[in-house]
């Protein structure tokens, strides 16, 4: 393991790397026999250095050891140990007091507090076969993918510290609850990344899109697109207005988004989004300076949006064969018409009432589907669910090129449900000729990102946001999709160096992240700290109820 300056932003210490002592500097010095052990003259940055030597030990199944050596009373020295231990890739709670250690200085001497840490017990406790140190070295490499988008480290730091927070197990992810987790004395400087400081969100989207792909990527992948609303209160943030969100299942005050997943057989993970901008907010030019959008951005409709990614997408290199969408997106010909032309098969809903190309002329896909025979349904899943296999019947129907000039193929698909009787209509197309359980599939598809929702809106607060403009939603958005793409791809991994034994189901993104949280991000925190922030908390919102109350009265 290398430790970069951007490895040591995993647990918030200093960025200098000092020189500690080592009684085994390296592999090649320690006996099999006898623990390996490393002693540092301070809890902080010279323990750093010491990192390489230390992996490289626990690598070969060495007994290891580290003494750290502190001076001042056990909290404060618990305290900061936590973050180097953290720094070198695993974390044992509850670090033991084993003694004291008197360290000479000259004809004087100190008395110092000793920490005994055994650095293989922490894949022990974790109950499971699991390669601790490894995520540690995945998140270091996932920083130092992005860092060239930063001109400065403190940006850098603080970026990684909030992904980090995201990551953790804190209930609501904000700038204050993310910066009190993190160990800051105030959230100024995440509120500060989000909306000042000098980086491009949409170049770390593209590391963030190499990144899924360089882990996840399939020639065969499907890229989903679909939408989501995030309920919010007054009418200042960006995009919010009353309109229809899936969230709610109707009309609500809301800010709506257009989000892209790469699904492919080893994952899925977000790769885009978009923020809806209606109508009334693009043309109202002070509610677009309130809210700092750029001039360049101009209304446009969920599958223009959609069209924009996926061509970003394609163009930037994602491999990919297939689109999948609802029927928002499967009724737009334009955006149809740009996957033809990227030669991307699709297959996308449509409702009920509408008019599909067959030799008889345009025809309403649901009139089609009473015409079907008994004999043409097919039952096949379209694939695991929750409950088992989903199972259906399918069947399909052959339809006219829209364009003239067009070559490939075109497909009405037709999905029953034999429980109920519900008919789901998809328009389908491919440049070159496919079978049904082809186009089965990639419908089943369409659920993982439903998935992806789930997940980061629960595990990485991917809508808990409280930021206002656009530039700040876009910051927020593309580190939280960082962070939810972190855990797909270091659970990928995990299964493939740890397959499930009989008896256990393969390991989750959800259990992934429960063992990361408890084995890399527990985090320790005194009386003061507690009692700083709750000083800090009460006293913001002071100042906020007398600036709501002066307000009001000058109304």
Not at 41 to 64: F, K, N, T
Not at 196 to 217: F, H, I, M, P, S
Request: glycine letters at 8%.
């Amino acid at each position: 393991m290398t430790l970069t300056r951007r490895a040591t932003l995993l647990g918030g210490a200093a960025s200098a790397l000092g020189a500690g002592v080592a009684i085994h500097g390296s592999a090649s010095a320690a006996l099999p026999t006898v623990p390996a052990v490393f002693i540092s003259p301070h809890q902080d940055d010279e323990l750093l250095s010491l990192g390489a030597a230390i992996m490289e030990h626990v690598a070969l199944g060495r007994d290891v050891r580290v003494l750290l050596i502190g001076r001042g009373n056990k909290s404060s020295v618990r305290t900061s140990t936590t973050a180097v231990v953290r720094d070198l890739g695993c974390w044992a709670p509850g670090l033991p007091l084993v003694g004291r250690v008197a360290v000479g200085r000259g004809a004087a001497t100190t008395e110092h507090v000793v920490l005994v840490w055994d650095i293989n017990k922490t894949v022990v406790a974790a109950g499971v076969s699991v390669e601790v140190a490894s995520w540690s070295e995945e998140f270091a490499a996932l920083i130092d993918r992005i860092a060239s988008r930063f001109a400065r480290y403190e940006p850098l730091r603080h970026a990684a510290s909030l992904i980090f927070g995201l990551l953790s197990g804190v209930e609501r992810k904000n700038c204050w609850t993310l910066a009190e987790h993190r160990g800051h004395s105030s959230p100024d400087a995440l509120q500060h990344l989000l909306s000042r400081a000098k980086w491009d969100a949409e170049e770390v989207r593209d590391d963030l899109r190499g990144y899924v792909v360089d882990n996840l990527g399939d020639p065969n992948a499907v890229l989903v697109v679909d939408e989501t609303g995030d309920l919010k209160k007054g009418t200042a943030t960006v995009g919010v207005q009353r309109q229809y969100t899936g969230t709610a299942g109707r009309i609500e005050n809301a800010q709506v988004a257009v989000y892209l997943t790469y699904a492919a057989p080893a994952g899925h993970a977000f790769i885009d989004r978009a923020l809806y901008l209606p109508a009334g907010w693009a043309g109202d030019p002070q509610r677009r300076a309130g809210a700092k959008i750029p001039p360049e951005v101009t209304f446009a409709t969920k599958p223009a949006l959609a069209g924009q990614m996926i061509t970003r997408a394609v163009r930037g290199g994602a491999p990919a064969r297939w689109v999948a969408g609802d029927e928002v997106y499967g009724a737009d010909p334009e955006l149809r018409r740009t996957l033809r032309a990227l030669r991307l098969g699709y297959v996308m809903q449509i409702a009920a009432n509408r008019r599909v190309p067959v030799h008889a002329g345009p025809t309403r896909v649901e009139v089609l589907a009473r015409s079907i025979p008994p004999r043409a349904w097919q039952i096949r899943s379209a694939g695991p669910g929750s409950k088992g296999q989903r199972w259906y019947s399918w069947a399909w129907i052959d339809l006219r090129p829209e364009d003239p000039d067009e070559t490939g193929h075109h497909w009405l698909l037709i999905r029953r449900n034999d429980t109920t009787g519900e008919l789901a209509y998809h328009r389908c197309y491919s440049p070159h000729p496919e079978t049904l359980a082809a186009l089965v599939a990639v419908a089943g598809q369409r659920w993982r990102i439903e998935e992806s929702f789930q997940a980061a809106k629960t595990l990485v607060g991917l809508d808990q946001h409280q930021v206002r403009t656009w530039i700040s939603w876009h910051r927020w958005t593309v580190l939280a999709m960082l962070a939810h793409a972190f855990l797909t791809v270091t659970t990928a991994s995990e299964r493939v160096r740890n397959p499930a034994p009989p008896g256990l189901i393969r390991l989750s993104v959800n259990e992934f992240r429960r063992l990361f949280v408890g084995l890399l991000l527990t985090t320790t925190t005194t009386p003061a700290k507690l009692l700083a922030w709750s000083r800090w908390r009460r006293q913001h919102q002071a100042r906020a109820r007398t600036s709501h109350y002066q307000r009001r009265e000058h109304q």
